[in-house]
């Protein structure tokens, strides 16, 4: 995926769907299709052009700072501060626990930090 793909500014469709993960309980299958359907919206090219994972704050409270989804996996999993995340999603961490970004889009060479208003933020790493 282009540099100027990754800066595409996201759809509020898409934005809203991979909000709605901090629910603090599991997420039916229909979330899940849900998610999957805008996912696949935002990038048409199939899931070779999807990120590996999404990472964003967790809201559930102390002790979890974050959690992650992998929806070819189906994986949502919340994260304790100081717990190691799998599969370089922790180089995403310290900027969705900050807050100021919706959800951080995890690509194997780019971080995409997503505004709740789907701006994108590139950087390498």
Request: proline share 6%.
């Amino acid at each position: 995926m282009s540099v100027e793909q990754l800066r595409r500014r996201r759809s509020g469709n898409y934005v809203d769907a991979v909000s709605r993960l901090d629910t603090g309980g599991p997420v039916s299958a229909p979330d899940i299709d849900a998610i999957r359907a805008a996912v696949t919206a935002e990038f048409p090219d199939g899931p070779a052009s999807w990120p590996l994972g999404w990472v964003s704050k967790c809201y559930l409270g102390t002790p979890y700072e974050v959690h992650i989804v992998d929806i070819s996996g189906h994986i949502i999993q919340h994260f304790k501060r100081g717990e190691a995340m799998p599969g370089g999603m922790e180089r995403a961490r310290s900027l969705a626990a900050s807050g100021r970004y919706a959800v951080i889009e995890v690509f194997s060479d780019r971080l995409v930090a997503i505004g709740s208003d789907g701006t994108t933020s590139v950087s390498m790493g």
